[in-house]
């Protein structure tokens, strides 16, 4: 079902809400599977691209819950937050015209090598893996890395984000649990 509201930008629509209810619900049941499935098939570059696809949205998620205030925070904050960017607008639009990306490309290059190719042998072991040359933060050189250490380094941030973001909106009396709390208990 479709939820409808309005706002002072007029009206707008939840096209998936009851099926995702907000931004944790959102990271944890459809960008974590993403990304693991992105893990498991580090050479597949549908995959790989729509991992960086669900992650780059966890910001309007974030943003709409005032869990992050403006995209110019994430950009100093969260690790690779541009080159998953990059690769998501790229993917979905073929050529981007934005200014800030096409001033300062935060995304260098893309190789499909195994373990022991380029510099200090980057990627899994004996596997074939996607990795990119970017930076990982805008005042920081691009390095190769694989595409496993871009998405697990990024999503490690937003864990910590919205655990911090959902800790700080729930009242939870002391010596109360988080179940008791209505906070799903972690399992690692």
Known sequence: MTARNSSAAGP???PISGLVDNAADYFKTVVIPAVELACAHPASKSVALSAFILLHHTKD????????????????HCPYANVIAEIANGGKHRVVGDRHLVADPMVVEFRLCRFGEGGYGVGPYGVENIQVKGRKLASENPTWRSVRAV???AVGWWTTTLDEGAASKIQVSPGASPCEAGVPERRE
Request: hydrophobic fraction near 45%; charged fraction near 25%.
């Open 151 to 153: 998405l697990q380094e």
């Open 12 to 14: 707008q629509i939840t």
């Open 61 to 76: 998620w974030a943003r709409h819950e005032g869990l992050i205030t403006s995209e110019a925070d994430l950009w100093a």
